[in-house]
């Protein structure tokens, strides 16, 4: 076995994968994955008894720590980034981080003594650091309820911790958040017992609505209340940049540095978001939607010709077909594939713009319109209307299914489910699994469509506070007396984090698929049976 992972939907065999992932991340990337996630196990025992413990008071230095520690979780969800070198660079800044927070630890406690390991190795080079992440493993943990449980922890925080470092980077901060992941990290280092575990389950899915409140925050008054839109998958004469993934902010950036250039500006995945959203609207060249969920994106780049900008997840093996007009930025990461990092707090964009313009228009992809932008906002204007439709009758159920898209076979079953509801049922999705039947489910009640997509993962946010503000209009104190039901798609760790955040608010009843997380055992799940029946599809 030359590597153990186990977190996304896909793990091979349903059991784990342990000769390269099913992702496609290899076993080198895959242990210094964990030996990551095992520094900032460290660092945030140190940073919780500095900020939490004891009460230090230097916010700047939370938050860089904070900011530091929810990038790295972020780059180690599926599909974010499969370079070794930067998963290195990533445990190399995060040594040095550690280093600044041990002279302020040391302010409050005689030596560093009390430190677990995770908070005391060190390595000289990149060399050491490659050989020290072939001696660790999620199997440490021998015990596999104890591996559950911090493992469910772990890929909680992770998704949360990319809503928290989108917000982060657009300048806003909830520091609860990063007071808990600091807590809760350090409760799942290799050292600390079940003890008092069980309840940061609960508390990770409070954090994570926390997370996705900020970050809606972030969006809404940065770019604009998302608005009911119809997304257009048209492609003209001019050439184009596919911007892809979620990062909001490199969207701007590049939208901005290519006015006047001539190149059109498109969206792919779950950017969709984007086109609903006024501040970005107001761009002449920004385009329309290109492609549908991040499975598809081999042959959507390919047919796109022109250059593509991944800006987190999702990004899968790159193929020949486009490998030499493909970028990262921000937390994504692929071997060979040039990457546009911040200097000096900027991103330079200029070299995409420039390939652009020598490049072939995209081809079409002729994928019919359909509506998008159903945000809080825009559904609390309709609120009223809502309601009276509930209590006529002639809206008998809400289904709720957000959340990921993937390549399992079974995952026909929400293309199925959602053709097969009866035309009272309203669709609320958020998330690129929408992509399976947005396009197919027609009509409306009474003005109301039967499918309301609020836009990116993070954006299931919208449909929680809806369903919270739609149970206090109807004089309902317990959120399953609602006419909802949850039926959501899960692949990687940020649905994980939204999975948790049902359960702390008290959702007693939530099918998920195709197929239940390998990492939950049965001592998990029995533990949280008074609170929730997890069902799975298959």
Known sequence: MNMFCYQCQETGNGKGCTAGGACGKTDETANLQDLLIYTLRGIAFIADRIFNANRHSDTELKRKTGVMIAESLFATITNTNFDPDRIAGFIESALSQREALKAVYLKYYKDLSGLPESAKWSASGVAEIVSKSYSLSVLEFSDPDLRSVKETITYGLKGLSAYAYHAAIMGFYDDSIFDFIFAALAKTDNSAPMEGLLEFVLETGHCNLKAMAVLDKANNETYGSPEPTSIESKVGSRPGILV??????????????????????????????????????????????????????????????????????????????????????????????????????????????????????PAPLNDAPFMSGFGHN??????????????????????????????????????????????????????????????LVKGDIDGIPRVLDAGQCSDNYSFLVFALELAKSLGINDINELPVEFDIAWYDQKAVAVLLTLVYLGVKKIKLGPTLPEFLTQYLV???????EVTTVC
């Not at 761009?283 to 250059?307: D, I, K, L, V």
């Not at 009272?424 to 947005?438: E, M, P, Q, S």
């Not at 029995?526 to 929730?532: E, I, Q, S, T």
Request: charged share 25%; glycine share 8%; proline share 4%.
């Open 526 to 532: 029995g533990k949280l049976k008074d609170r929730v």
């Open 244 to 361: 892809s993934g979620h990062d909001l902010h490199d969207l701007d950036l590049i939208l901005r540095q290519s006015e006047g250039s001539g190149v059109d500006i498109f969206t792919n995945g779950e950017m969709i978001l984007a086109q609903s959203m006024p501040y970005f609207k107001k761009f002449r060249h920004f385009s329309s939607h290109y492609g549908n969920a991040w499975w598809q994106q081999n042959n959507e780049f390919a047919s796109f010709n022109g250059p593509i900008v991944v800006t987190s997840n999702c990004i899968i093996p790159v193929e020949d077909a486009y490998k030499d007009r493909i970028y990262t930025s921000s937390v994504a990461g692929y071997p060979g594939v040039p990457h546009i990092g911040a200097k000096n707090g900027e991103k330079d964009f200029s070299a995409v713009i420039e390939q652009a313009k020598k490049l072939k228009a």
């Open 378 to 439: 825009t559904l609390m204007s309709v609120k009223d209307k809502v309601i009276a439709l509930v209590k006529a009758g002639k809206i008998k159920r809400f289904v709720a299914m957000g959340g990921c898209d993937g390549r399992d076979p079974r995952r026909s079953y929400y293309t199925e489910k959602a053709l097969s509801l009866p035309q009272d049922t309203v669709i609320l999705t958020a998330g690129c699994a929408k992509f399976r039947y947005i396009r």
